[in-house]
Protein backbone atom coordinates (compact mmCIF):
# COMPACT_ATOMS: atom_id res chain seq x y z
CA UNK A 1 0.00 0.00 0.00
CA UNK A 2 1.04 3.41 -0.72
CA UNK A 3 1.29 5.78 2.38
CA UNK A 4 -1.71 6.82 3.87
CA UNK A 5 -2.69 10.91 3.59
CA UNK A 6 -4.55 12.30 5.56
CA UNK A 7 -7.55 13.60 3.68
CA UNK A 8 -7.21 11.11 0.47
CA UNK A 9 -8.33 7.93 -0.18
CA UNK A 10 -6.13 4.71 0.07
CA UNK A 11 -4.79 3.82 -3.49
CA UNK A 12 -3.47 -0.01 -3.83
CA UNK A 13 0.60 -0.04 -5.02
CA UNK A 14 0.25 -1.91 -8.76
CA UNK A 15 2.01 -5.22 -8.32
CA UNK A 16 5.31 -5.49 -9.58
CA UNK A 17 5.75 -6.43 -13.02
CA UNK A 18 7.35 -10.22 -13.14
CA UNK A 19 11.01 -10.49 -13.53
CA UNK A 20 12.14 -11.07 -17.56
CA UNK A 21 13.71 -13.87 -18.50
CA UNK A 22 15.93 -13.33 -21.20
CA UNK A 23 16.74 -16.35 -23.68
CA UNK A 24 19.84 -17.32 -23.60
CA UNK A 25 21.67 -16.82 -26.55
CA UNK A 26 25.38 -17.69 -27.79
CA UNK A 27 28.02 -15.31 -28.80
CA UNK A 28 28.65 -14.85 -32.71
CA UNK A 29 31.70 -16.78 -32.30
CA UNK A 30 30.18 -19.84 -30.51
CA UNK A 31 28.08 -20.22 -33.31
CA UNK A 32 30.39 -20.20 -36.15
CA UNK A 33 31.97 -22.86 -34.01
CA UNK A 34 29.37 -25.25 -33.85
CA UNK A 35 28.41 -24.65 -37.51
CA UNK A 36 32.37 -25.19 -38.52
CA UNK A 37 31.99 -28.59 -36.20
CA UNK A 38 28.71 -29.42 -38.03
CA UNK A 39 30.08 -28.92 -41.24
CA UNK A 40 33.36 -30.97 -40.59
CA UNK A 41 30.81 -34.23 -39.10
CA UNK A 42 28.73 -33.87 -42.56
CA UNK A 43 31.96 -33.95 -45.22
CA UNK A 44 32.98 -37.12 -42.79
CA UNK A 45 29.72 -38.78 -43.89
CA UNK A 46 30.68 -38.19 -48.02
CA UNK A 47 31.98 -41.39 -49.38
CA UNK A 48 36.02 -40.38 -50.02
CA UNK A 49 37.09 -39.11 -53.53
CA UNK A 50 38.62 -42.15 -55.14
CA UNK A 51 38.79 -41.18 -58.73
CA UNK A 52 43.19 -41.59 -58.81
CA UNK A 53 42.35 -44.81 -56.75
CA UNK A 54 40.34 -45.76 -59.77
CA UNK A 55 42.03 -44.65 -62.45
CA UNK A 56 45.15 -46.98 -61.17
CA UNK A 57 42.52 -49.84 -60.54
CA UNK A 58 41.48 -50.20 -64.04
CA UNK A 59 44.62 -49.93 -65.33
CA UNK A 60 44.25 -46.86 -67.75
CA UNK A 61 43.31 -43.52 -68.07
CA UNK A 62 40.66 -43.06 -70.66
CA UNK A 63 40.53 -39.76 -72.35
CA UNK A 64 37.88 -38.48 -74.95
CA UNK A 65 38.44 -36.58 -78.02
CA UNK A 66 37.57 -35.58 -81.31
CA UNK A 67 39.52 -37.54 -84.10
CA UNK A 68 41.30 -34.45 -84.87
CA UNK A 69 41.69 -31.33 -83.75
CA UNK A 70 45.73 -30.06 -84.47
CA UNK A 71 47.71 -28.47 -83.09
CA UNK A 72 45.80 -29.34 -79.60
CA UNK A 73 45.03 -33.14 -80.48
CA UNK A 74 44.75 -35.91 -83.26
CA UNK A 75 44.74 -39.41 -82.65
CA UNK A 76 44.12 -42.63 -84.55
CA UNK A 77 42.97 -44.21 -81.31
CA UNK A 78 46.39 -46.23 -80.45
CA UNK A 79 48.37 -43.08 -80.05
CA UNK A 80 48.05 -39.22 -80.36
CA UNK A 81 49.80 -36.16 -81.26
CA UNK A 82 49.34 -32.48 -80.61
CA UNK A 83 50.09 -30.08 -77.41
CA UNK A 84 47.09 -31.67 -75.26
CA UNK A 85 48.28 -35.30 -76.24
CA UNK A 86 51.50 -34.17 -74.69
CA UNK A 87 50.27 -32.96 -71.55
CA UNK A 88 48.23 -36.20 -71.00
CA UNK A 89 51.13 -38.36 -71.72
CA UNK A 90 52.58 -36.53 -68.79
CA UNK A 91 49.89 -37.27 -66.55
CA UNK A 92 49.77 -41.03 -67.60
CA UNK A 93 53.37 -41.38 -66.69
CA UNK A 94 52.92 -39.54 -62.94
CA UNK A 95 50.11 -41.60 -62.46
CA UNK A 96 51.38 -44.83 -63.79
CA UNK A 97 49.45 -45.94 -66.39
CA UNK A 98 49.04 -45.29 -69.89
CA UNK A 99 46.54 -43.78 -71.98
CA UNK A 100 43.31 -45.13 -73.32
CA UNK A 101 42.88 -42.46 -76.10
CA UNK A 102 38.83 -43.02 -76.54
CA UNK A 103 38.05 -40.95 -79.89
CA UNK A 104 34.59 -39.51 -80.27
CA UNK A 105 33.83 -39.47 -84.01
CA UNK A 106 30.69 -37.21 -83.42
CA UNK A 107 32.62 -34.54 -81.32
CA UNK A 108 31.46 -31.53 -81.87
CA UNK A 109 28.36 -32.23 -84.48
CA UNK A 110 25.92 -31.42 -82.35
CA UNK A 111 24.73 -28.55 -79.82
CA UNK A 112 24.47 -31.46 -76.49
CA UNK A 113 27.47 -33.55 -75.77
CA UNK A 114 25.42 -36.21 -74.70
CA UNK A 115 25.01 -37.49 -78.71
CA UNK A 116 29.03 -36.88 -79.17
CA UNK A 117 29.14 -40.10 -76.40
CA UNK A 118 30.75 -38.09 -73.73
CA UNK A 119 29.66 -39.84 -70.67
CA UNK A 120 31.39 -39.52 -67.44
CA UNK A 121 31.80 -43.99 -67.45
CA UNK A 122 33.85 -43.20 -70.96
CA UNK A 123 36.62 -41.20 -69.76
CA UNK A 124 38.57 -39.60 -67.17
CA UNK A 125 39.63 -36.69 -69.33
CA UNK A 126 38.50 -34.61 -71.95
CA UNK A 127 40.70 -32.86 -74.36
CA UNK A 128 40.07 -30.95 -77.79
CA UNK A 129 40.92 -27.53 -77.89
CA UNK A 130 38.09 -26.79 -74.81
CA UNK A 131 37.36 -23.21 -73.94
CA UNK A 132 36.63 -21.82 -70.54
CA UNK A 133 33.36 -20.27 -70.60
CA UNK A 134 29.79 -20.77 -68.63
CA UNK A 135 28.39 -23.37 -70.90
CA UNK A 136 31.95 -25.59 -70.25
CA UNK A 137 32.11 -24.35 -66.21
CA UNK A 138 28.64 -25.83 -65.83
CA UNK A 139 29.09 -29.12 -67.47
CA UNK A 140 32.70 -30.05 -66.35
CA UNK A 141 36.35 -29.25 -64.12
CA UNK A 142 37.96 -26.77 -66.41
CA UNK A 143 41.41 -26.55 -65.60
CA UNK A 144 43.36 -24.17 -67.97
CA UNK A 145 46.09 -24.35 -69.22
CA UNK A 146 46.85 -21.56 -71.87
CA UNK A 147 45.39 -18.03 -73.24
CA UNK A 148 45.25 -17.23 -76.99
CA UNK A 149 43.85 -14.71 -79.42
CA UNK A 150 42.69 -14.83 -82.93
CA UNK A 151 44.85 -14.49 -85.54
CA UNK A 152 44.15 -14.65 -89.88
CA UNK A 153 46.40 -16.51 -92.46
CA UNK A 154 46.45 -15.50 -95.70
CA UNK A 155 48.08 -16.90 -98.81
CA UNK A 156 48.22 -13.62 -101.09
CA UNK A 157 48.23 -9.82 -100.77
CA UNK A 158 43.76 -9.36 -101.35
CA UNK A 159 42.24 -12.30 -99.75
CA UNK A 160 38.91 -12.53 -100.64
CA UNK A 161 37.57 -15.92 -99.69
CA UNK A 162 37.26 -17.23 -96.08
CA UNK A 163 37.29 -20.02 -93.90
CA UNK A 164 36.43 -19.31 -90.50
CA UNK A 165 37.31 -22.04 -87.80
CA UNK A 166 35.06 -22.07 -84.78
CA UNK A 167 34.17 -25.77 -83.73
CA UNK A 168 35.60 -25.09 -80.38
CA UNK A 169 33.83 -26.74 -77.45
CA UNK A 170 32.82 -23.44 -75.60
CA UNK A 171 33.60 -20.61 -78.37
CA UNK A 172 31.07 -18.67 -79.93
CA UNK A 173 31.18 -18.43 -83.19
CA UNK A 174 29.45 -14.78 -83.25
CA UNK A 175 32.46 -12.58 -83.16
CA UNK A 176 34.39 -13.89 -85.72
CA UNK A 177 31.55 -14.33 -88.00
CA UNK A 178 30.82 -10.65 -87.10
CA UNK A 179 34.56 -9.86 -87.90
CA UNK A 180 34.31 -11.54 -91.08
CA UNK A 181 31.50 -10.13 -92.14
CA UNK A 182 32.81 -6.71 -91.08
CA UNK A 183 36.05 -7.17 -93.33
CA UNK A 184 33.10 -7.73 -96.25
CA UNK A 185 34.97 -11.64 -97.08
CA UNK A 186 32.78 -14.01 -98.11
CA UNK A 187 33.11 -17.06 -95.19
CA UNK A 188 32.21 -20.44 -95.05
CA UNK A 189 32.75 -22.41 -91.17
CA UNK A 190 34.80 -25.37 -91.32
CA UNK A 191 35.00 -28.06 -88.51
CA UNK A 192 38.75 -28.17 -87.90
CA UNK A 193 42.03 -26.89 -89.12
CA UNK A 194 42.76 -30.04 -91.39
CA UNK A 195 39.66 -29.18 -93.11
CA UNK A 196 40.69 -25.60 -93.76
CA UNK A 197 43.84 -26.63 -94.79
CA UNK A 198 42.10 -29.13 -97.45
CA UNK A 199 40.58 -25.86 -98.79
CA UNK A 200 43.25 -23.61 -99.30
CA UNK A 201 44.91 -26.39 -100.95
CA UNK A 202 42.31 -26.88 -103.46
CA UNK A 203 42.20 -22.71 -103.75
CA UNK A 204 38.65 -22.58 -102.22
CA UNK A 205 39.87 -20.28 -99.96
CA UNK A 206 42.87 -17.96 -99.60
CA UNK A 207 42.52 -17.15 -95.85
CA UNK A 208 41.86 -18.59 -92.68
CA UNK A 209 40.64 -16.87 -89.49
CA UNK A 210 41.27 -19.26 -86.18
CA UNK A 211 42.46 -19.20 -82.98
CA UNK A 212 46.13 -17.95 -83.15
CA UNK A 213 47.37 -21.72 -82.18
CA UNK A 214 45.43 -23.04 -85.08
CA UNK A 215 47.27 -20.51 -87.83
CA UNK A 216 50.80 -21.14 -86.66
CA UNK A 217 49.94 -24.73 -87.12
CA UNK A 218 48.58 -23.78 -90.91
CA UNK A 219 51.13 -21.70 -91.37
CA UNK A 220 53.36 -24.61 -91.15
CA UNK A 221 51.73 -26.58 -93.67
CA UNK A 222 51.27 -24.16 -96.28
CA UNK A 223 54.53 -22.24 -97.35
CA UNK A 224 54.36 -18.28 -98.38
CA UNK A 225 51.70 -17.83 -96.51
CA UNK A 226 51.22 -15.26 -93.55
CA UNK A 227 49.85 -14.44 -90.40
CA UNK A 228 48.29 -11.13 -89.36
CA UNK A 229 47.34 -10.90 -85.42
CA UNK A 230 43.05 -9.79 -85.25
CA UNK A 231 43.13 -7.65 -81.82
CA UNK A 232 39.63 -6.66 -82.23
CA UNK A 233 38.13 -10.52 -81.08
CA UNK A 234 38.37 -11.60 -77.10
CA UNK A 235 40.97 -13.60 -75.89
CA UNK A 236 39.94 -16.98 -75.09
CA UNK A 237 41.01 -19.60 -72.26
CA UNK A 238 42.15 -22.96 -73.27
CA UNK A 239 41.48 -25.85 -71.00
CA UNK A 240 41.69 -29.70 -70.56
CA UNK A 241 37.64 -31.03 -68.99
CA UNK A 242 37.72 -33.52 -66.36
CA UNK A 243 34.27 -34.45 -64.22
CA UNK A 244 33.40 -32.69 -61.50
CA UNK A 245 34.32 -33.61 -57.67
CA UNK A 246 37.25 -36.06 -58.68
CA UNK A 247 39.70 -34.22 -56.75
CA UNK A 248 42.59 -37.04 -56.18
CA UNK A 249 42.47 -37.03 -59.66
CA UNK A 250 42.50 -33.31 -60.46
CA UNK A 251 45.58 -32.92 -58.22
CA UNK A 252 47.67 -35.39 -60.78
CA UNK A 253 46.64 -33.10 -63.57
CA UNK A 254 47.38 -29.90 -61.85
CA UNK A 255 50.34 -31.06 -60.87
CA UNK A 256 51.65 -31.54 -64.73
CA UNK A 257 49.73 -28.78 -66.65
CA UNK A 258 51.29 -25.54 -66.94
CA UNK A 259 50.55 -23.44 -64.21
CA UNK A 260 47.91 -20.37 -65.71
CA UNK A 261 48.78 -16.58 -64.42
CA UNK A 262 45.92 -14.75 -63.59
CA UNK A 263 44.71 -12.31 -66.15
Known amino acids: MYPVVPGVPAVSRPPAPPPVRRAWRPAGSTVFIVLGVLAYL ?3 QLPPDNSLARVKAAGV ?3 CLPPSLPPFVSSDGNSATG ?3 AMIDRVAKRVGVPVGWNVQPAWGTSPDPVDWGVRPESCDLLAGGIIVNAETQGLMQVLPYARTGWAQLTTGAAP ?5 LTNHWGLAADDAFAWADGQ ?3 F ?3 PSAVDALAALRSGERDSVLALRDEVTWLQGQVPGSSIHEIGGLPEQTLALGMWKNNITLKREVLSV ?3 LPRP
Open 42 to 44: ALR
Open 61 to 63: LNV
Open 83 to 85: REA
Open 160 to 164: KHLAV
Open 184 to 186: SLD
Open 188 to 190: LAY
Open 257 to 259: IPA
